[in-house]
């Protein structure tokens, strides 16, 4: 993707999700700000051109993270970031004043500081129905009293080609000085209803499951079947060996209780003596290969594949959040997964950034 040559910083940055659906719109990923040590790390794997800072976003300023990225305060087009928004308990009271919201603050205080030509707040979409609606009215006046317009929507991931049913809540605020009176204008949806038809859990990942589910191939090895649909070509562009693909080992016991449930099903397709048991968790669901997955978490213990008779790999999980196969993630196992599961997709990241740059070429 050529460089549009608009920077970008990402406050919560994470492993990189946001971040990556932005460069693959074109824009120059500049710095990463995230005090989580394993996500940074993947990371600054990923984006080997951006400064990466681990640390407490309390403990740094915009012009520290603008200067140490080899940016004026000018240079900064973009901010993106998900910062937690946990202060939800005093009704009437702005938001950016309940002491619980400190990272939140960061956030609008980066922002505030740098006044970047638009940001894009990323969240969960519970917090818009939260009192009434007054928590969604608090953040667009903490914004607007910063001097942005600020566009809210909710948006849902297997509607912009991301193979998983995943639902979040965007803020994008244009700057007034910069843009008038805008509002942003929100990506419209290309798969779904009366659209392109959504990708399918199958056609994610089938191509992955070569793999014995009692066999531990490593982390790094060829691939062992084509791809066999338009999303999985997409997937392994430039890449010439799995990632982080190495299989959990159950036990037999485990191997065969799993084996009860079918494609689509869930805990209640088990024999009622199974279901009584400490061995089965009232979470566990079995992929629908028909459909985009469901929400990808940070767990993974008990979601397991469409057809083997095993959690998915973070390769597959990283497949259905629309990471592509050349994107590393480092850590241990359970750390890789729970990157993967906190992260914005890509796809829905770059669906976003698209419209921003259009926005910033006007």
């Given at each position: 993707?050529?460089?549009?040559?608009?920077?970008?910083?990402?406050?919560?940055?994470?492993?990189?999700?946001?971040?990556?659906?932005?460069?693959?719109?074109?824009?120059?990923?500049?710095?990463?700000?995230?005090?989580w040590v394993d996500?940074?790390?993947?990371?600054?794997?990923?984006?080997?051109?951006?400064?990466?800072?681990?640390?407490?976003?309390?403990?740094?300023?915009?012009?520290?993270?603008?200067?140490?990225?080899?940016?004026?305060?000018?240079?900064?087009?973009?901010?993106?970031g998900g910062p937690?928004?946990?202060g939800f308990s005093?009704?009437?009271?702005?938001?950016?004043?309940?002491?619980?919201?400190?990272?939140?603050?960061?956030?609008?205080?980066?922002?505030?500081?740098?006044?970047?030509?638009?940001?894009?707040?990323?969240?969960?979409?519970?917090?818009?129905?939260?009192?009434?609606?007054?928590?969604?009215?608090?953040?667009?006046?903490?914004?607007?009293?910063?001097?942005?317009?600020?566009?809210?929507?909710?948006?849902?991931?297997?509607?912009?080609?991301?193979?998983?049913?995943?639902?979040?809540?965007?803020?994008?605020?244009?700057?007034?000085?910069?843009?008038?009176?805008?509002?942003?204008?929100?990506?419209?949806?290309?798969?779904?209803?009366?659209?392109?038809?959504?990708?399918?859990?199958?056609?994610?990942?089938?191509?992955?499951?070569?793999?014995?589910?009692?066999?531990?191939?490593?982390?790094?090895?060829?691939?062992?079947?084509?791809?066999?649909?338009?999303?999985?070509?997409?997937?392994?562009?430039?890449?010439?060996?799995?990632?982080?693909?190495?299989?959990?080992?159950?036990?037999?016991?485990?191997?065969?209780?799993?084996?009860?449930?079918?494609?689509?099903?869930?805990?209640?397709?088990?024999?009622?003596?199974?279901?009584?048991?400490?061995?089965?968790?009232?979470?566990?669901?079995?992929?629908?290969?028909?459909?985009?997955?469901?929400?990808?978490?940070?767990?993974?213990?008990?979601?397991?594949?469409?057809?083997?008779?095993?959690?998915?790999?973070?390769?597959?999980?990283?497949?259905?959040?629309?990471?592509?196969?050349?994107?590393?993630?480092?850590?241990?196992?359970?750390?890789?997964?729970?990157?993967?599961?906190?992260?914005?997709?890509?796809?829905?990241?770059?669906?976003?950034?698209?419209?921003?740059?259009?926005?910033?070429?006007?």
């Amino acid at each position: 993707m050529q460089n549009n040559g608009y920077n970008v910083i990402d406050l919560f940055c994470g492993c990189g999700g946001f971040s990556l659906g932005f460069r693959q719109a074109g824009f120059h990923i500049c710095a990463g700000v995230d005090s989580w040590v394993d996500a940074t790390n993947t990371y600054a794997t990923n984006f080997p051109e951006a400064k990466v800072f681990n640390c407490d976003i309390t403990t740094i300023t915009g012009k520290q993270i603008a200067n140490e990225s080899g940016l004026s305060v000018d240079d900064v087009d973009v901010i993106i970031g998900g910062p937690p928004c946990q202060g939800f308990s005093v009704s009437g009271k702005r938001l950016i004043d309940d002491p619980r919201n400190i990272l939140y603050k960061s956030f609008v205080s980066i922002v505030g500081e740098l006044k970047p030509k638009i940001f894009v707040m990323e969240n969960v979409p519970g917090l818009v129905r939260l009192f009434e609606g007054k928590i969604k009215e608090n953040i667009i006046h903490d914004f607007s009293v910063l001097g942005y317009n600020v566009a809210m929507q909710l948006l849902s991931a297997e509607q912009y080609g991301v193979p998983q049913q995943r639902k979040r809540v965007f803020f994008v605020g244009l700057n007034k000085e910069i843009f008038g009176e805008q509002y942003f204008e929100f990506p419209k949806p290309r798969y779904g209803l009366g659209l392109l038809p959504p990708i399918t859990t199958k056609e994610a990942i089938s191509d992955l499951d070569f793999i014995p589910d009692d066999v531990d191939l490593g982390d790094r090895f060829p691939y062992g079947k084509p791809a066999e649909s338009e999303y999985q070509k997409k997937m392994r562009e430039n890449s010439t060996v799995i990632l982080n693909h190495s299989a959990v080992l159950h036990t037999a016991k485990t191997k065969s209780i799993i084996a009860l449930v079918p494609d689509g099903g869930n805990y209640k397709s088990l024999p009622k003596e199974l279901r009584d048991t400490r061995k089965v968790n009232i979470a566990w669901t079995r992929m629908d290969s028909h459909k985009p997955c469901f929400t990808i978490d940070t767990g993974h213990n008990h979601h397991f594949h469409y057809k083997e008779n095993r959690v998915p790999t973070v390769r597959e999980s990283a497949r259905i959040q629309s990471f592509p196969d050349t994107f590393e993630f480092t850590g241990i196992k359970t750390r890789q997964l729970k990157q993967v599961g906190n992260a914005v997709p890509p796809l829905l990241a770059e669906a976003i950034a698209r419209n921003v740059a259009e926005f910033l070429r006007r």
